[in-house]
T-cell receptor, first 113, second 111 residues
Framework: EPEVTQTPSHQVTQMGQEVILRCVPI?????FYWYRQILGQKVEFLVS????????KSEIFDDQFSVERPDGSNFTLKIRSTKLEDSAMYFC???????????FGDGTRLSIL | ELKVEQNPLFLSMQEGKNYTIYCNYS?????LYWYRQDPGKSLESLFV?????AVKQEGRLMASLDTKARLSTLHITAAVHDLSATYFC???????????FGKGITLSVRP
């Protein structure tokens, strides 16, 4: 069964450093998303991406965040200068475009020291 | 802006008994989703409810949607330990727009 793949599974980074989280969405999917979940809290939307551009973003997704689909298969989330409060589980999701299910990857646990 | 509420945040269930959990949402939601999350794991899609009166069943779980009341319910029949997890509902205001999640309900099934 096709799945969304995320790497790494755990990333530990010093505050102020840049981090790139990687995702390989399902190959025939058209819509891509990043969500985050701070430990013990609900899942929060960050950004959606369609047709090589951002289609929607939340207020969390400020200038420190960026997304890219560099090669037609990977979908990356970059945090330019990490803060302690960026520590969370980051989930990538993709949808085929019918508006049905968004399938989620296993997540990257980001720990900022 | 869509808001999704789930109550309570935690529910202890006795094995073999039936339970219902609820999800309310604040404005028109195009569709309603239920996801399951085990500790430290990803979100597993359980149900997508597309229209008023929609009912879907999978094993011991049955989800329904009442768009007039802006309410979705997840009914658990004869709870078993394997159902212990956190259950999130999420709404969506457009076909491929963002999912807005509730806080989740953590279910714990005791013998």
């Amino acid at each position: 069964e096709p799945e969304v793949t995320q790497t790494p599974s755990h990333q530990v980074t010093q505050m102020g450093q840049e981090v790139i989280l990687r995702c390989v969405p399902i190959s025939n999917h058209l819509y891509f998303y990043w969500y985050r979940q701070i430990l013990g809290q609900k899942v929060e939307f960050l950004v959606s991406f369609y047709n090589n551009e951002i289609s929607e973003k939340s207020e969390i997704f400020d200038d420190q965040f960026s997304v890219e689909r560099p090669d037609g298969s990977n979908f990356t989330l970059k945090i330019r200068s990490t803060k302690l409060e960026d520590s969370a589980m980051y989930f990538c999701a993709s949808s085929e475009g019918t508006g049905l299910v968004s399938l989620f990857g296993d997540g990257t646990r980001l720990s900022i020291l | 802006e869509l808001k999704v509420e789930q109550n309570p945040l935690f529910l202890s269930m006795q094995e073999g008994k039936n339970y219902t959990i609820y999800c309310n949402y604040s404005t028109t939601s195009d569709r309603l989703y239920w996801y399951r999350q085990d500790p430290g794991k990803s979100l597993e899609s359980l149900f997508v409810l597309l229209s008023n009166g929609a009912v879907k069943q999978e094993g011991r779980l049955m989800a329904s949607l009442d768009t007039k009341a802006r309410l979705s319910t997840l009914h658990i029949t004869a709870a078993v330990h394997d159902l212990s997890a956190t259950y999130f509902c999420a709404g969506r205001t457009g076909a491929n727009s963002k999912l807005t999640f509730g806080k989740g309900i953590t279910l714990s099934v005791r013998p």
